[in-house]
């Protein structure tokens, strides 16, 4: 027999924004129905960027300790909504690309429904909307009324199941963000064991980049690796207090964690430094640096030979380096991103590619 499950797959939220702020699609809509035989054993959550996208695989290991049974699996993706262009693609999401589900090394065919309705599953069918219903005189391409259900039938055998999953989307910045994302982890509590009994979560989302956070199913940096995790105290962001910031080099940001009851979804995001992006030359007593070289990189000319002496230095402080100039160092101290490292050896040739141009554009004032 079939029955709908909502899989712990459920949609990494495409972010769409309005001209004055930020609106999300989130994948969130649940039906409350638990598959009483089928416990998710590990999970391994990859979240990476590539440019303007983000790109998603999630590894699991079921296990199904009855006889084999085949699922009806179903992916919720919210429409995006904003100042957007919401118009489905052939019956899909405009935003999402590359969806697959592979069981058991197994490339799985699936449907894409469009429905209206949180109670979408009736009398053993999904009950979805014709394109000319979803598309009809109502229809508002910045808020439309319907989600998408990407749904595909699952042949669980005795024993473990090994299931891959793997999509993409764009990712979206606002007035106010870089970029922002949700990721719904709760909905594994629905599956026998109400837990992940191993979970792992990787954030690559570049090399030497800065984002924050949010202490929403952890309480510490305890279970996370690879990286640099700082902890506020009595620090608001965006409303939000004490959230975690995180500073990467060259290595992919890790939490990980068995008997993983999630209570709150995953929110990741980086607010955008107006002040630094607005400013056309670099004067060390009116900015503060970020760590994230897109918001410093247009910055080539400086005020004065202390400020020149202190950008040029920029891409070495990112790395650690401990400056002998005292005034360098007092300026770099002062930035919540500096992580003094005292074995760190200025060299050049090892900067990235960008920086690198980037300082041989930087100009000295006494030139």
């Known amino acids: 027999m079939k029955s709908l499950v909502l899989f712990a797959l459920i949609l990494l939220t495409t972010n769409v924004f ?75 999401h405009p935003f999402m690309q590359d969806f697959s589900v592979m069981v058991n090394n197994e490339l799985l065919p699936f449907e894409v429904a469009m429905v209206n309705k949180e109670t979408y599953y009736v009398n053993d069918e ?4 014709t394109e000319e219903e979803a598309l009809g005189e109502h229809f508002e391409m910045n808020y439309p009324n319907f989600f998408y259900v990407y749904h595909f039938n699952v042949r669980f055998e005795r024993g473990e199941n090994k299931i891959i999953h793997t999509y993409q989307y764009k990712i979206s910045g ?16 629905r599956w026998a064991n109400k837990q992940i009994d191993d979970f792992t979560l990787k954030l690559d989302l570049g090399d030497y980049t800065d984002y924050y956070v949010s202490k929403s199913f952890f309480s510490s940096s305890e279970n ?29 940001p890790t939490f990980h964690q068995k008997n993983f009851h999630p209570e ?16 056309e030359t670099f004067d060390y007593k009116e900015l503060d640096l970020s760590y994230s070289f897109e918001h410093v990189n247009h910055l080539e000319t400086s ?38 490292d005292p074995n760190y050896e200025a060299k050049p040739e090892l900067l990235t590619e960008g920086e690198q141009i980037w300082l041989g554009n930087v100009v000295n004032p006494k030139k």
């Not at 230095?313 to 002998?324: D, L, T």
């Open 18 to 92: 309005a001209n004055d702020g930020a609106f999300f699609a989130s994948g969130n809509q649940l039906i409350p129905i638990q598959e009483s035989d089928i416990e998710i054993s590990k999970e391994i959550l990859t979240i990476k960027r590539v440019g303007d996208y983000l790109h998603v695989t999630v590894d699991y290991t079921f296990m199904n300790n009855a006889d084999a049974k085949e699922i009806l699996v179903g992916f919720e993706a919210k429409s995006p909504s904003g100042d957007v262009d919401g118009t489905p693609i052939d019956g899909k």
């Open 126 to 129: 999904i009950a979805s909307l």
């Open 174 to 189: 606002s007035i106010e963000m870089d970029f922002e994302f949700d990721y719904i982890l709760t909905a594994a509590n």
């Open 224 to 252: 996370w690796t690879n990286g640099m995790f700082i902890e506020p105290k009595n620090r608001v962001i965006y409303e939000e207090t004490n959230p975690m910031y995180v500073l990467t080099q060259e290595d992919i």
């Open 264 to 279: 709150d979804e995953l929110r990741v995001y980086m607010p955008k430094n107006h002040y630094l992006l607005m400013a």
């Open 303 to 340: 005020v004065n030979e202390q400020s020149y002496k202190i950008l040029r230095n920029y891409p070495y402080a990112r790395r650690g380096y401990v400056f002998k100039t005292a005034y360098i160092q007092a300026y770099y101290e002062k930035m919540p991103w500096y992580q003094p």
